[in-house]
């Protein structure tokens, strides 16, 4: 599945869960199929809060890593504002086959990763990095695993 359909959905789902509830979430997530079938493909996740600097001065790095490794790689945005967008950003974690990286990074904001696309272990968590140069050993790595 392309990430260039699942990223807007994601976002998408942060404001739904705001608007209409968890059940319109859980209606339209179980229509999709899961990220956890993407094979090899590299996963890329940010742990996002709006009130975190580090997240904010992260974004033109996410854009850009986006931009650079969309066909790649599969992107996840787990935002941890507040208790909607947590309980969003879980639910859809479980369901990309990632819930042990949420459960264990949800509290670290500005983190972004990158996980191999089949065990879906972490190869590199970066903590603020915004030189988009960094993530290319990983990613490449994160490939060839």
């Known amino acids: 599945m392309s990430l260039s359909y699942v990223t807007p959905w994601i976002y998408r789902f942060s404001v739904l869960s705001l608007l209409t509830g968890i059940f319109a979430f859980e209606f339209c997530l179980s229509s999709q199929p899961a990220l956890a079938d993407s094979g090899a493909k590299p996963i890329i996740v940010k ?6 600097g580090t997240c904010q001065r992260l974004k033109p790095t996410w854009k850009e890593l986006q931009s650079k490794y969309g066909e790649r790689a599969e992107f996840i945005l787990l935002d941890v504002t507040s208790k ?9 974690a479980d369901h990309a086959g990632i819930g042990a990286f949420y459960q264990k990074y949800r509290s670290q904001t500005g983190v972004i990763a990158v996980l191999d696309g089949n065990t879906h272990e972490p190869v590199k968590v970066f903590k603020g990095e915004i030189d988009i140069d960094a993530y290319a050993p990983a990613i490449d790595s994160a490939e060839g695993a």
């Open 47 to 52: 742990m996002h809060a709006d009130w975190c």
């Open 84 to 92: 909607d967008t947590i309980a969003v950003s879980k639910t859809a």
